[in-house]
């Protein structure tokens, strides 16, 4: 059975940082993306960031520039690297990995980490 489980959450300041990660049970390299979403309190499931199987890497807008995915496949771990936190950024934190070229049901999810901005 595939697991992701992610850490790294936590409660922070506004304009702090975190790191999340995302240790998965299979070699990532044979997914084609791997994907970190959000889900706040009473909101929809958000994309936040996704690094394919090549390194090519994108982001939502709302954290361009603040955020940064990457991964070690050594490791077979997935890094969300989040800077400049604000509260807005609270929310549930899952890893995603997509094994084909688009979204099914065949993605594998991991539990989620909670992230709190907040002074």
């Known amino acids: 059975q595939v697991q992701l489980v992610e850490s790294g959450g936590g409660l922070v300041q506004p304009g702090g940082s975190l790191t999340l990660s995302c240790a998965a049970s299979?070699?990532?390299?044979?997914?084609?993306?791997m994907a970190w979403y959000r889900q706040g309190a009473g909101k929809q499931r958000e994309l936040v960031a996704t690094?394919?199987?090549?390194?090519?890497?994108s982001y939502a807008d709302s954290v361009k520039g603040r955020f940064t995915i990457s991964r070690d496949d050594t490791k077979n771990t997935v890094f969300l690297q989040m800077n400049s936190l604000e509260p807005e950024d609270t929310a549930a934190y899952l890893c995603?990995?997509?094994?084909?070229?688009?979204?099914?049901?065949?993605?594998?999810w991991g539990q989620g980490t909670q992230v709190t901005v907040s002074s």
């Open positions: 995603k990995a997509q094994p084909g070229g688009l979204p099914s049901s065949y993605d594998y």
């Open positions: 299979i070699n990532i390299n044979a997914v084609w993306l």
């Open positions: 690094i394919t199987r090549t390194g090519s890497q």
